[in-house]
T-cell receptor, first 111, second 117 residues
Framework: GENVEQHPSTLSVQEGDSAVIKCTYS??????FPWYKQELGKRPQLIID?????GEKKDQRIAVTLNKTAKHFSLHITETQPEDSAVYFC??????????FGAGTRLFVKA | SAVISQKPSRDICQRGTSLTIQCQVD?????MFWYRQQPGQSLTLIAT?????????ESGFVIDKFPISRPNLTFSTLTVSNMSPEDSSIYLC??????????????FGPGTRLTVL
């Protein structure tokens, strides 16, 4: 079955710097890759997603890139702000809505 | 996106008892899922709730421990049976495939925080 690995587990950046979180997946049938942000005590919220027919997608300060050949995808957050501090989960969907989540990255943005 | 509610939001239960968690969506959805999230951990899929048929369980989860119902396209329940302290966790429902606009994105409910003493 699908396996998603996520790195780093913890990331600390200075406000205004960029943050990059990387994920790899194992199942070449995966065709949809969402990213979720989970603030303390709250539900995971979708922040951006990318499909396998697209190499990059951007939404304001957030961008995601996908390399199908290498089976890895990354989340890029530019001009980080303290409110970006949260746990971020990458995920891969091999089809049929079933979604496999990475272990999560705890991002700290220091003011 | 769909509006998803869960009841209860939290509970403290005695070992050996059972708790039923409800998940309600404000629109019809194709898929409903139940996840468990232990403190500081990722999301682990328990099962897919199938409308009108038995749920599909992931490895390590069984129907006797986690019976699931899905009587229609907007509602599902998860029961945690014969609870032990190891069942203390956050239980989240998620929905996908909103019928009004087909999508494979999952949206999560607010979660139920369960503590078993």
């Amino acid at each position: 079955g699908e396996n998603v690995e996520q790195h780093p587990s913890t990331l600390s950046v200075q406000e205004g710097d960029s943050a990059v979180i990387k994920c790899t997946y194992s199942d070449s049938a995966s065709n949809y890759f969402p990213w979720y942000k989970q603030e303390l005590g709250k539900r995971p919220q979708l922040i951006i997603d990318i499909r396998s027919n697209v190499g990059e997608k951007k939404d304001q300060r957030i961008a995601v890139t996908l390399n199908k050949t290498a089976k890895h995808f990354s989340l890029h957050i530019t001009e980080t702000q303290p409110e970006d501090s949260a746990v971020y989960f990458c995920a891969a969907t091999p089809g049929g809505f079933k979604t496999i989540f990475g272990a999560g990255t705890r991002l700290f943005v220091k003011a | 996106s769909a509006v998803i509610s869960q009841k209860p939001s939290r509970d403290i239960c005695q070992r050996g008892t059972s708790l039923t968690i409800q998940c309600q969506v404000d629109s019809q959805v194709t898929m409903m899922f139940w996840y468990r999230q232990q403190p500081g951990q990722s999301l682990t899929l328990i099962a897919t709730a199938n409308q009108g048929s038995e749920a599909t369980y992931e490895s390590g989860f069984v129907i006797d421990k986690f019976p699931i119902s899905r009587p229609n396209l907007t509602f599902s329940t998860l029961t945690v049976s014969n609870m032990s302290p190891e069942d203390s966790s956050i239980y989240l429902c998620s929905v996908g495939g909103v019928l009004a606009g087909s999508t494979d994105t999952q949206y999560f409910g607010p979660g139920t925080r369960l503590t078993v003493l």
